[in-house]
């Protein structure tokens, strides 16, 4: 079998069994199990296809479990570098490159090539924290995560990219870490966090897909927001004068997001994806 043959294969498989995204799984199936990047596909049409019976294993998941493709091929690429996905962690979305390309600017724009030090809260797959580390030689991170199995997600891509030295991970809770349990670490320059937004009334409408996930990395509370609100009442206390908070959130949440953290003295800004919608939050003390 040749490759284009398998992925015409594969296309019409997950098509019957009702996957909308039939046609972007399946370049990263055959991708995968060729060993290639996915945009190289194309000039592999021609090459033979050794891999048919892992990629049965492959629409079983996706089509009987549902099972996301970035969980069934184990890894997913974030800003060009590519993280190994442990079962249940919270894989790299869109909406975190927009996140960690925001940081990476202004981490430059405000402090420089000085040693500075930031709090990432939920490190998941560790893809936020590791490729700011990669970027920036003078900085260390402090991450903050409740799930065991993402802190040894985190772990296993720190280590991958040779950056484990600069990154102090604490297992344990947010609600209860900030702010006097991060004190000893002095204040940060900045926070970044890509938190639970889902709103809990909307968990059970999730598509199974989604719903794979750890639902901890997941639930935001009523309204999506508790996290966001934590962190505008309680956060600023360790950051610098001269930091910043940057969080993904949903849309929608944009003007009430806007009015809590106004009202307690933030300075904030909204940071647009590539479709124009509200995704990233900009908090500023000054």
Known sequence: MKVKTALELCKKRLKE??????????????????????????????????????????????????????????????????????????????????????????????????????LEVGTGTGCISVNLLCEFPNLKMVGVEIDPTAVENTLYNARLYGVEDRLTLLEGDIFELCPEGLQSFGRFHFMVSNPPYIAQEDLEKLPPE???????????????????????????????????????FEPFQKEELESFFTSRGWKVEFIKDFAGNPRVLLAKKS
């Open 17 to 118: 069994c009702g996957i909308e995204t039939y046609e972007g799984d399946c370049i990263f199936f055959i991708a995968h199990l060729l060993g290639i990047h996915p945009s190289l596909l194309p000039l592999e049409e021609e090459r033979e296809f050794k891999e048919r019976q892992r990629l049965e294993e492959f629409f079983q998941k996706r089509c009987n479990e549902r099972i996301p493709v970035q969980h069934i091929i184990g890894e997913w690429d974030c800003l060009e570098r590519t993280f190994k996905i442990f079962p249940k962690v919270l894989s790299p979305r869109g909406a975190t490159e927009l996140l960690v390309e925001t940081a990476v600017n202004l981490i430059s724009e405000r402090f420089g090539d000085k040693p500075i030090t930031g």
């Open 210 to 248: 989604v719903r794979y996930e750890n639902v901890v990395a997941l639930n935001g509370g009523k309204g999506g927001t508790k996290f966001h609100k934590f962190f505008a009442s309680h956060c600023d206390k360790i950051l610098r004068e001269d930091g910043f908070m940057l969080l993904e």
